[in-house]
């Protein structure tokens, strides 16, 4: 007689599926804002956009993951910050448009469903929708085992906000002498980690649990540290200025991606000496020997955002920016030239 398989037997606990929905519901229920309308478990998440308060609203949407940091999380066994990482990853991307976060869903694939697990994840997510003012209406999640070991999982998220479609910022407003304004970033945020693994954890041979001096507090601790969310820093210092330009600096680093933001016949100078560069990309640049122009291009080395203005409106914006309770400098300035960006150290050269 064959055996009477289940979809459990195959490793897909439906049951412990339900669960985790109903442990999620409270983190996604504090974070609703005006606009959501029903309840979580539908087949879709429903927001409907107030007309009144838009003359000519356009949606701006966004998507990322986390990335290798997850494998921190994974060896660390911690799972409370991760999601907030995967919601600044998204909402930083359509914030630099302009656009004014509206809501978010997650997606959550895993080996074996551990509804607290789970629930521990989304609480993260939950926590940086609330930073980001944007409600969490919805989400998967996929047990998938033999795609991923049981204790693993990835995470990937979905944002959209809106902008009225005469304050979209795209870039195309920046020109030479615009001055470039630094925000800082909270670490590492969420991108080099593979980097970052094969320099401190092989090479180097640092433990995670490690207390690291030029650090001040653990390793683990450190790589850790969730992605800084901008939001109260890009709508303070739209409401300040005319901004020109905006810049998440993300996978691709600061020369990446602050290129993305210059149109033709432009180039953008920094000066390495104006803002400060916070201990752990010192660690990771001196146990791996890694040239300073491959730092630059892999991770933000202390600037989460750069902001373009014109040179007569930097320090309204250095001014909204602190009161937002950012910690931001003058970095450097937009110039003539083909699109390169170039980091100056003026005591000792290019850098």
């Not at 956009?49 to 060896?75: C, E, H, N, S």
């Not at 850790?224 to 600096?249: E, F, K, N, Q, S």
């Not at 149109?263 to 010192?282: D, H, K, N, S």
Request: aromatic content about 6%; glycine content about 14%.
């Amino acid at each position: 007689m064959k055996p009477r398989l289940t979809y459990r037997d195959a490793g897909v606990d439906i049951a412990a599926g339900d669960r985790a929905v109903e442990l999620i519901k409270p983190h996604a229920k504090r974070t609703f804002r005006d606009g959501v309308i029903g309840d979580i478990g539908l087949f879709g998440g429903l927001f409907g956009l107030d007309t009144k308060k838009y003359r000519d609203p356009v949606l701006v949407a966004g998507t990322d993951g986390v990335g290798t940091k997850l494998m921190i999380a994974f060896q660390a066994d911690r799972h409370d910050t991760i999601g907030q990482d995967c919601v600044a990853m998204c909402v930083n991307d359509i914030l630099v448009q302009g656009a004014e976060p509206l809501f978010f869903l997650d997606y959550v694939a895993c080996g074996r469903l551990d509804p607290e697990k789970i629930a521990t994840i989304v609480g993260g997510v939950a926590d940086g929708c609330r930073l980001a003012g944007c409600a969490l209406i919805g989400g998967e999640t996929a047990e998938m085992p033999g795609m991923y070991d049981p204790d693993e999982y990835d995470l990937a998220g979905f944002a959209v906000g809106v902008v009225e479609r005469e304050r979209i910022v795209d870039g195309s407003a920046v020109r030479p002498g615009d001055a470039l304004i630094g925000v800082a970033s909270s670490g590492l945020h969420s991108n080099g980690y593979s980097l970052v693994r094969k320099v401190l954890l092989e090479t180097a041979g640092y433990r995670l649990d490690d207390d690291v001096p030029a650090l001040g507090h653990r390793l683990v601790d450190e790589l850790l540290t969730p992605t800084r969310i901008y939001r109260d820093a890009v709508l303070a210092v739209m409401d300040a200025c005319d901004v020109h330009g905006m810049a998440h600096i993300t996978g691709g680093g600061i020369t990446g991606n602050l290129a993305r933001i210059l149109p033709a016949g432009t180039a953008a100078q920094l000066e390495r000496r104006r803002w400060r560069l916070p201990p752990i990309f010192e660690l990771i640049q001196r146990e791996g020997g890694i040239e300073w122009a491959e730092m630059y291009s892999t991770f933000n080395c202390g600037l989460g955002l750069i902001i373009a203005v014109s040179r007569d409106q930097a320090e309204p914006a250095l001014a909204a920016l602190a009161k937002a309770g950012e910690q931001a400098w003058l970095v450097g300035e937009v110039t003539v030239g083909d699109g390169q960006v170039e980091l100056v150290d003026r005591r000792g050269g290019e850098r």
